[in-house]
Nanobody, 121 residues
Framework: QVQLVESGGGLVQAGGSLRLSCAAS????????MAWFRQAPGKEREFVAA????????YYADSVKGRFTVSREFANVTVYLQMSSLKPEDTAVYYC??????????????WGKGTLVTVSS
């Protein structure tokens, strides 16, 4: 089993920046993709960003393109989400997820418990 722990959430002013981290532990995978999702209270979970196992393919939701950057630290099996120009609409619980193998968006198997990001106006 893979366990995911998100960190880095908190309060930030609109226009500010935050960097979220997701550290994976447990079962080793030779290849896996990692992704970020978010969910605001009363709203559906939505895709934010993903990175393929090689780190060479990045995927972003239209709502965050140009503002968020996803990256990987292979030595520590960690995925990051650098968030800039934050908007109140970005307020949500952010979840890290893992998909074994190449990214498809439909094979997500492991999820973290989430970290709350609150953007004030």
């Amino acid at each position: 089993q893979v366990q995911l722990v998100e960190s880095g959430g908190g309060l930030v002013q609109a226009g500010g920046s935050l960097r979220l981290s997701c550290a994976a532990s447990g079962r080793f995978f030779n290849s896996y993709s990692m992704a970020w999702f978010r969910q605001a209270p009363g709203k559906e979970r939505e895709f934010v960003a993903a990175i393929n196992w090689s780190g060479g393919n990045l995927y972003y939701a239209d709502s965050v393109k140009g503002r968020f950057t996803v990256s990987r630290e292979f030595a520590n099996v960690t995925v990051y989400l650098q968030m800039s120009s934050l908007k109140p609409e970005d307020t949500a619980v952010y979840y890290c997820a893992v998909e074994p193998g190449s990214w498809s968006g439909v094979g997500l198997k492991y999820w973290g418990k989430g970290t709350l990001v609150t953007v004030s106006s």
